[in-house]
């Protein structure tokens, strides 16, 4: 008895001592330099259940300004468990753009991994991501909007609204999503016949980047399960037109085409490239039309002056059939870009942007172990009363006189660097074509429970719901 006593005694001990080393050592990771401040939570789990609490639309991440009080602006923590240190420094953010593909690559958490598939295209690097970037920005780029998209652009948002005039109420951010994916894929795709067109259609509007609502909602795991099967699927229609284009050697006048032509990508490049745009497109660029007309609604004073610049734009245009151009859009919407600009800022769209370190880095005299996750949190910056004033108060005016910029220091909503956003042209330009279209030929109103959180993506819990009718 004594004897068994003592042998439990022995093992309880050995393994609180083993417990206990494998927490200090999980708490404590080897560095050879000095680590930034900051906890690691538990084992294994680290601290993704709090870093993934969803928190209100006009608050940026309590996590990060939690710590970001109690550390600095530089900490180190754990999430997917990824060791990973959070910036939320602007002169850091730079650096680290600026050492963009030599100390820091971009890569992304497994999670997402899932969704996308496991794929090395999505974190493509060096000379492949400088022949992908090339041709996005060709494609989506002021050459590539002026000449090819922004007609069909103009034509679906045109359509678009006119199909759910006087319809009653609809869904706003799927309205959005439709027009954007239905003037993207034949420019992606030119050949496909009406039926295999559609089809592509309802997978890419399968495709949900706003996923995530808990990880212990049934919902959040039906959606990813569904974008799963979607991105499947994008990737096998690609790979058959692909396959049929080889065989055929036929030539169109499309992105495929393109990004086929190109010497250095292979397939796995040109199927990713192709299904990767609409994707980018389609989320961001919903939200960003469903936030820019929740605020303009709620802001009467904003309403008038678009609806007059827009107007205006009306009076002049010579042929009154003729859509919205590119001299317009460049010329005469400084309000509108304005509007645009706040709108970018309080939608605020990511919380993050996720790099990974290639070498041990000393920054501002902390180090960064190699092979530890960079979470640049960008967001936190448009939210600073230090840099805007009254940072919650939707104000385009505070853009008067300045240049539209997609970079600075203290405005990053889409990255920085090397892995600017190409498609942020597009994006500006698609939302001030919706506006035009809207203010000019409807009244609208918004249903009163359009609300908006960040899980921490933004989502709209009860839809983006409006209704519009003919002005007479
Ligand atoms: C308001 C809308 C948008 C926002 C706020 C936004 C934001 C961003 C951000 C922050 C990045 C950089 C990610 C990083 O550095 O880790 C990015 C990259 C990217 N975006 Fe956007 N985006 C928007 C719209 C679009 C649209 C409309 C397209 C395509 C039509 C697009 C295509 C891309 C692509 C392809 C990349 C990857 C670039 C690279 O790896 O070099 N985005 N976006
Ligand atoms: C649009 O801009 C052009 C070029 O600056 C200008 O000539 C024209 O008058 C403007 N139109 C309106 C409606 O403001
Ligand atoms: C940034 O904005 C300018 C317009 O101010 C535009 O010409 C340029 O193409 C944009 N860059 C990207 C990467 O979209
Ligand atoms: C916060 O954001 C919501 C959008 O969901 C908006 O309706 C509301 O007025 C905002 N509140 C403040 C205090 O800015």
């Given at each position: 008895?004594?004897?068994?006593?003592?042998?439990?005694?022995?093992?309880?001990?050995?393994?609180?001592?083993?417990i206990s080393r494998w927490w200090y050592r999980w708490s404590n990771p080897k560095c050879n330099g000095k680590l930034p401040p900051g906890t690691m939570g538990l084992p294994i789990i680290g601290e993704t259940l709090d870093f993934?609490?969803?928190?209100?639309?006009?608050?940026?991440?309590?996590?990060?300004?939690?710590?970001?009080?109690?550390?600095?602006?530089?900490?180190?923590?754990?999430?997917?468990?990824?060791?990973?240190?959070?910036?939320?420094?602007?002169?850091?953010?730079?650096e680290v753009f600026r050492q963009e593909n030599t100390a820091f690559v971009f890569s992304l958490p497994d999670a997402f991994g899932i969704v996308l598939g496991k794929d090395d295209a999505i974190v493509n690097h060096g000379k492949?991501?400088?022949?992908?970037?090339?041709?996005?920005?060709?494609?989506?780029?002021?050459?590539?909007?002026?000449?090819?998209?922004?007609?069909?652009?103009?034509?679906?948002?045109?359509?678009?609204?006119?199909?759910?005039?006087?319809?009653?109420?609809?869904?706003?951010?799927?309205?959005?999503?439709?027009?954007?994916?239905?003037?993207?894929?034949?420019?992606?795709?030119?050949?496909?016949?009406?039926?295999?067109?559609?089809?592509?259609?309802?997978?890419?509007?399968?495709?949900?980047?706003?996923?995530?609502?808990?990880?212990?909602?049934?919902?959040?795991?039906?959606?990813?399960?569904?974008?799963?099967?979607?991105?499947?699927?994008?990737?096998?229609?690609?790979?058959?037109?692909?396959?049929?284009?080889?065989?055929?050697?036929?030539?169109?006048?499309?992105?495929?085409?393109?990004?086929?032509?190109?010497?250095?990508?292979?397939?796995?490049?040109?199927?990713?490239?192709?299904?990767?745009?609409?994707?980018?497109?389609?989320?961001?660029?919903?939200?960003?039309?469903?936030?820019?007309?929740?605020?303009?609604?709620?802001?009467?004073?904003?309403?008038?002056?678009?609806?007059?610049?827009?107007?205006?734009?009306?009076?002049?245009?010579?042929?009154?059939?003729?859509?919205?151009?590119?001299?317009?859009?460049?010329?005469?919407?400084?309000?509108?870009?304005?509007?645009?600009?706040?709108?970018?800022?309080?939608?605020?769209?990511?919380?993050?942007?996720?790099?990974?370190?290639?070498?041990?880095?000393?920054?501002?005299?902390?180090?960064?172990?190699?092979?530890?996750?960079?979470?640049?949190?960008?967001?936190?910056?448009?939210?600073?009363?230090?840099?805007?004033?009254?940072?919650?108060?939707?104000?385009?005016?505070?853009?008067?006189?300045?240049?539209?910029?997609?970079?600075?220091?203290?405005?990053?909503?889409?990255?920085?660097?090397?892995?600017?956003?190409?498609?942020?042209?597009?994006?500006?330009?698609?939302?001030?074509?919706?506006?035009?279209?809207?203010?000019?030929?409807?009244?609208?109103?918004?249903?009163?429970?359009?609300?908006?959180?960040?899980?921490?993506?933004?989502?709209?819990?009860?839809?983006?719901?409006?209704?519009?009718?003919?002005?007479?």
């Amino acid at each position: 008895m004594n004897m068994i006593w003592n042998v439990s005694i022995c093992v309880t001990a050995l393994v609180v001592v083993l417990i206990s080393r494998w927490w200090y050592r999980w708490s404590n990771p080897k560095c050879n330099g000095k680590l930034p401040p900051g906890t690691m939570g538990l084992p294994i789990i680290g601290e993704t259940l709090d870093f993934f609490k969803s928190y209100g639309f006009n608050e940026t991440s309590p996590f990060i300004s939690k710590r970001m009080s109690r550390y600095g602006p530089i900490f180190r923590t754990n999430i997917f468990g990824s060791n990973t240190v959070v910036v939320t420094d602007p002169d850091v953010m730079v650096e680290v753009f600026r050492q963009e593909n030599t100390a820091f690559v971009f890569s992304l958490p497994d999670a997402f991994g899932i969704v996308l598939g496991k794929d090395d295209a999505i974190v493509n690097h060096g000379k492949t991501h400088k022949h992908f970037k090339q041709i996005t920005l060709n494609f989506l780029g002021p050459e590539g909007l002026k000449k090819k998209l922004i007609g069909g652009m103009d034509r679906a948002a045109c359509e678009g609204l006119r199909s759910k005039a006087s319809l009653g109420s609809f869904n706003l951010k799927e309205a959005a999503e439709s027009l954007i994916i239905k003037h993207l894929i034949p420019k992606l795709i030119s050949n496909l016949g009406a039926e295999a067109q559609e089809n592509l259609m309802d997978i890419f509007m399968a495709f949900n980047l706003d996923w995530y609502q808990s990880f212990f909602s049934l919902s959040t795991w039906k959606s990813l399960y569904r974008s799963f099967t979607a991105s499947r699927a994008v990737k096998k229609v690609i790979s058959n037109v692909l396959l049929s284009r080889k065989e055929s050697g036929e030539k169109h006048d499309d992105i495929l085409n393109t990004v086929m032509e190109d010497e250095v990508l292979d397939d796995k490049y040109v199927i990713f490239q192709t299904y990767v745009i609409p994707i980018a497109a389609k989320d961001t660029t919903s939200v960003m039309i469903s936030m820019a007309v929740k605020y303009i609604t709620s802001n009467p004073k904003v309403y008038l002056e678009l609806k007059r610049e827009h107007n205006a734009i009306l009076q002049n245009r010579v042929d009154k059939n003729s859509g919205v151009s590119w001299e317009e859009y460049k010329n005469n919407m400084s309000f509108t870009k304005m509007v645009i600009n706040e709108t970018l800022r309080l939608v605020n769209m990511a919380p993050v942007m996720f790099r990974k370190t290639l070498v041990d880095v000393t920054i501002q005299g902390y180090t960064i172990p190699k092979g530890w996750m960079v979470f640049l949190a960008t967001s936190l910056l448009h939210y600073d009363p230090a840099i805007y004033e009254n940072p919650l108060e939707f104000n385009p005016w505070r853009w008067e006189g300045k240049d539209v910029v997609n970079f600075s220091k203290s405005f990053m909503v889409f990255g920085g660097g090397m892995r600017l956003c190409p498609g942020a042209e597009f994006a500006r330009l698609q939302v001030a074509v919706v506006l035009h279209h809207l203010v000019t030929n409807y009244d609208f109103t918004m249903a009163q429970d359009s609300e908006a959180t960040r899980t921490p993506l933004v989502s709209f819990p009860n839809g983006m719901h409006m209704s519009i009718s003919p002005i007479n």
